[in-house]
């Protein structure tokens, strides 16, 4: 069984930063796919950033130049590095992980920015 673990979300002030940490039951190597999503109340779940297997990402507009998406692969761990954060941020993050047949979801976490 595939788990997803999220942590590293929490409170923060406008302008501030902080890394999202996804990790992984298995080798992250296994998945065609990964990345972030998010979902903000009364909202449905976005993309925020999506990296392949092979290294290639894909940004949200909403996120590119502030928000970077990364790997270790010998810690089978996922991170979002979070900078210059928004109120228009705050949601719950959750990582993705999908393979040709099946897609795995965390619990999320919750990051809200407010001052």
């Known amino acids: 069984q595939v788990q997803l673990v999220e942590s590293g979300g929490g409170l923060v002030q406008p302008g501030g930063s902080l890394r999202l940490s996804c990790a992984v039951t298995?080798?992250?190597?296994?998945?065609?796919?990964m990345g972030w999503y998010r979902q903000a109340p009364g909202k449905q779940r976005e993309l925020v950033v999506e990296i392949t297997s092979g290294g290639a990402t894909h940004y949200a507009d909403s996120v590119n130049g502030r928000f970077a998406i990364s790997r270790d692969n010998a810690k089978n761990t996922l991170y979002l590095q979070m900078n210059s954060l928004k109120p228009e941020d705050t949601a719950v993050y959750y990582c993705?992980?999908?393979?040709?047949?099946?897609?795995?979801w965390g619990q999320g976490t919750q990051i809200t920015v407010s001052s």
């Open positions: 993705k992980a999908k393979t040709r047949f099946f897609v795995y």
């Open positions: 298995r080798s992250i190597f296994s998945f065609d796919s």
